[in-house]
């Protein structure tokens, strides 16, 4: 029990609470849910909980960083068609059947389409 000591800070700091009350929602959510309406449902849900019963600037921290992490992600994904989940993976998309094939793959296995060359992973149409 001496080692869960370390993690009492992490636990006393409210952005931590915010986010592992949203988490705990969003699964909630999602059992009955699609995975998206389900974050948007979490995430507004806790702020409100926040900014009626505990403090108003962690959920301002909070939606800081989503939005930190929604740029990161959206931000290269519509301008140069890179996505950060596909590179992370080391997988491209297919630009015929959309399938996630390996970045080094010269055809696809699923539909057979040839690619050009030197795509890079992350790659998506
Ligand atoms: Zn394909």
């Given at each position: 029990m001496e080692d869960l000591r370390v993690l009492e800070p992490l636990f006393k700091n409210t952005l931590f609470q915010f986010f592992l009350y949203m988490a705990l929602v969003q699964l909630l959510a999602q059992v009955f849910l699609d995975r998206r309406v389900a974050f948007w449902i979490s995430s507004f849900s806790t702020t409100v909980i926040w900014l009626r019963y505990f403090d108003p600037i962690t959920p301002l921290k909070a939606w800081g960083l989503i939005l930190l992490v929604f740029t990161f992600y959206l931000f290269p994904k519509a301008f140069?068609?890179?996505n950060l989940f596909l590179f992370l993976k080391g997988r491209k998309r297919c630009p015929e059947c959309y399938s996630e094939v390996?970045?080094?793959?010269?055809?696809?296995?699923?539909?057979a389409h040839s690619f050009k060359g030197a795509e890079k992973a992350g790659e998506e149409e």
């Open positions: 140069f068609h890179f390996h970045w080094k793959a010269k055809k696809c296995p699923f539909c």
